[in-house]
């Protein structure tokens, strides 16, 4: 049986073209063009096989252009259990400024699904969900799948026993967090942006992201965790809150950083680590993703020396 589930509806092959440096308006040549299997369910169950936990991936592929995600699933051991659909997956440009690291998003319209299709991909993932297990919900919906998915999804997950993470955004995020407290998810990780909007206000400061992260885990969220780029990561538990901040980090790609921090929460989580060790596990598998390309980790005992680098304090 998996450790974790992970479940990713509207998946995308990354297309990262490297630039020099991008200028709006401008004709550019291409350093090089790299292609990846990906999706935030997809980056997640990639980073925690990686690891070495045991983790199955559901969700919705384009039947046309499958290969790619067969063959990252088949190479790092990931349990498939996506349902293939009519047509291609959508293919997301990513434009990567090989000198400072920063990428512009481009991302494309996914599959249709149809109420039909997302009742195969969820009988895919409760085929597997027993108590305790830590099933991941990632990444946008397809555009015909109504904003509340991800709430009815873990209400049906908390019946089970199970712990639902929640990575999303949008009006998806905002109908979980609007639910009732017995249907909140397990643990969230918005970043600063996405708590701003469901705040309805801007949160400059550490401590207004604070406050915002406390008024959710008061609302019945245990765990949140808010990302803040450069800044590090706050997390807030039972247990109290602190602040996580990463090392030094050569940065050759930030795309799948956000999803290597989930899959650094989820592993921690995983293991009933404390919640300042969840945190520096988190922080460790983000630096560790952005010194690379794709969805990958660097190996285990890398990882470990990064986690211990990373500062972590205590918030009052």
Request: some cysteine; proline content about 7%; charged content about 20%.
């Amino acid at each position: 049986m998996s450790a974790v589930l992970t479940l990713t509806l509207n998946p995308a092959i990354d297309q990262t073209v490297i630039l020099e440096r991008l200028v709006p308006g401008s004709v550019h040549r291409a350093r090089a063009v790299r292609s990846h299997a990906g999706g935030k369910g997809v980056n997640v169950a990639a980073c925690l096989a990686d690891w070495g936990l045991p983790v199955a991936a559901a969700g919705l592929l384009g039947a046309d252009n499958a290969a790619p995600f067969a063959q990252l699933f088949a190479a790092k051991g990931i349990a498939d259990l996506c349902i293939r659909v009519p047509g291609e997956t959508r293919t997301n440009l990513k434009l990567l400024e090989a000198g400072g690291g920063d990428t512009t998003d481009i991302n494309l319209p996914g599959l249709r699904a149809s109420p039909d299709l997302l009742a195969d991909a969820e009988a895919a993932l409760f085929d597997r969900v027993e108590a305790g297990t830590l099933a991941v919900l990632a990444g946008s919906l397809p555009g015909d799948l109504p904003p509340e998915t991800y709430r009815d999804l873990t209400r049906r997950l908390k019946a089970r026993g199970a712990r639902a993470v929640l990575d999303a955004s949008g009006s998806a995020l905002a109908a979980a967090l609007e639910a009732p407290a017995e249907v909140l998810p397990f643990a969230i990780k918005p970043n600063r942006h996405e708590l701003e909007e469901w705040a309805g206000r801007p949160l400059p400061a550490l401590g207004d992201v604070l406050a915002a992260a406390r008024a959710l885990h008061g609302r019945g969220i245990p765990v949140v965790a808010v990302s803040l780029g450069a800044e590090g990561a706050l997390f807030v538990a039972e247990a109290g809150a602190v602040h996580a901040r990463p090392p030094a980090t050569r940065v050759a790609s930030t795309v799948g950083a956000g999803d290597a921090l989930v899959a650094g929460l989820v592993a921690g989580l995983h293991e009933g680590l404390a919640l300042e060790d969840i945190a520096r596990r988190a922080l460790a598998f983000a630096a560790g993703k952005l010194a690379r390309e794709g969805a990958s980790l660097p190996p285990r005992a890398e990882v470990e020396a990064i986690a211990a680098t990373v500062r972590v304090e205590p918030l009052p």
